[in-house]
């Protein structure tokens, strides 16, 4: 079944750099690839999602790249700024219509001023 | 619209102790899931729904039930409480894409 594992599961930058997750699977016949930002206390929300038909997805500072070869996908944030702390949680959906997700374990990001 | 709404926002049981997180959305959407949240562990999947009269089982569906009489409303049941379910629910809805989840209920169970 579908399986992914998150990496790393912190991550401290200083503020204006770049943070990198990534995120690796198992189950090839996935097609939707969404990553989702939780702040301390919130529900989680979508800040940017890529499909298996495309490589690379970019909005703003953040951007998603694909490799569907190798089943790994990760976020690129760019210029980070304090208020990108927060959780961050990769998913995805396997071939079967049926709306589930599953997601990986979690970074906590924290950006230091 | 009010999105996917989630009662209650706390809950605090006792071991064997049963009660039902409700779970509505106004989108009409298909699918909807429940997930818990534990430190470390991200969101696990429950149960999840692909329409009404529709349910299936997620990766943790011990302990729980639910059940899909309407589009709208998408209820967990916890038969007997257990201190291992103590964690944060949530409820999403989806078109088959994004998911939209609820705001949550905080579950203790002592």
């Known amino acids: 079944g579908e399986n992914v594992e998150q990496h790393p599961s912190t991550l401290s930058v200083q503020e204006g750099d770049s943070a990198v997750i990534k995120c690796t699977y198992s189950?090839?016949?996935?097609?939707?690839f969404p990553w989702y930002k939780q702040e301390l206390g919130k529900r989680p929300q979508l800040i940017i999602d890529?499909?298996?038909?495309?490589g690379e997805k970019k909005d703003q500072r953040i951007a998603v790249t694909l490799n569907k070869t190798a089943k790994h996908f990760s976020l690129h944030i760019t210029e980070t700024q304090p208020e990108d702390s927060a959780v961050y949680f990769c998913?995805?959906?396997?071939?079967?219509?049926?709306?589930?997700?599953?997601f990986g374990q979690g970074t906590t990001l924290q950006v230091k001023p | 619209n009010a999105g996917v709404t989630q009662t209650p926002k706390f809950q605090v049981l006792k071991t064997g102790q049963s009660m039902t997180l409700q779970c509505a959305q106004d989108m009409n959407h298909e699918y909807m899931s429940w997930y818990r949240q534990d430190p470390g562990m991200g969101l696990r999947l429950i149960h999840y729904?692909?329409?009404?009269?529709?349910?299936d089982q997620g990766e943790v569906p011990n302990g729980y039930n639910v059940s899909r009489s309407t589009t709208e409303d998408f209820p967990l049941r916890l038969l007997s409480a257990a201190p291992s379910q103590t964690s944060v629910y949530f409820c999403?809805?989806?078109?088959?894409?994004?998911?939209?989840f609820g705001p949550g209920t905080r579950l203790t169970v002592t």
């Open positions: 999403a809805s989806s078109l088959g894409y994004e998911q939209y």
């Open positions: 890529i499909r298996s038909n495309v």
């Open positions: 998913a995805l959906r396997g071939s079967s219509n049926t709306g589930k997700l599953i």
């Open positions: 729904s692909v329409g009404a009269g529709i349910t």
């Open positions: 189950d090839s016949a996935s097609n939707y």
